[in-house]
């Protein structure tokens, strides 16, 4: 027999739906409209991310994967910081597939709050596991967040950069 969804699943499943729905348009012409809404849900987005603890950390991965950029331009850094901290030593549990957004989430998230060997380590593995998936797009996040870790190296920051514009641009 198959066994039930529970509404618990349910809901964490509708609001990754919606993190990763609203993830690109924070970037586009509507961008307020969509945090308007993911304030508006925001609780719900807690009791997801809180779900995904005890019972799919993917979820959890995923729901931060999509929500750095809010959390970095809407100021909820200290809630997205929390979250990512408590979703790390879990990461090994989600699938693979989720692990280069989520690394460059918590990088941002570190370097949000000045730790930045935190966030230097975070975006390099970013990068790795991103290279190993051929994820252009979040080896490029991972790049370009790396190059902010290293300002007072120019000529690096710069190459750091440089590169993440070019998959940026490839895709």
Not at 18 to 31: D, F, K, V, Y
Request: no cysteine; charged share 25%; glycine share 8%.
């Amino acid at each position: 027999p198959v066994q039930p969804v529970q509404p618990a699943r349910r809901h964490a499943e509708y609001f990754v739906a919606l993190a990763e729905q609203a993830e690109p348009e924070l970037h586009l012409s509507q961008q307020g409209r969509w945090a308007d809404l993911l304030d508006m849900e925001r609780e719900n987005l807690r009791l997801a991310l809180g779900w995904s603890l005890q019972d799919d950390v993917a979820v959890g991965l995923r729901i931060a994967g999509a929500l750095w950029w809010n959390w970095f331009t809407y100021g909820y850094h200290l809630e997205g910081y929390q979250w990512t901290r408590r979703l790390l030593p879990r990461i090994g549990e989600a699938p693979v597939i989720y692990h280069p957004k989520f690394l460059v989430a918590a990088g941002r998230m570190a370097l949000s709050h000045a730790d930045l060997p935190g966030a230097q380590r975070l975006f390099a593995k970013a990068l790795e596991v991103s290279r190993r998936l051929g994820d252009k797009r979040q080896a490029g996040w991972a790049l370009i967040e790396q190059s902010i870790t290293v300002l007072a190296e120019s000529e690096l920051a710069n190459r750091l950069a440089e590169e993440g514009l070019a998959l940026f641009r490839e895709l």
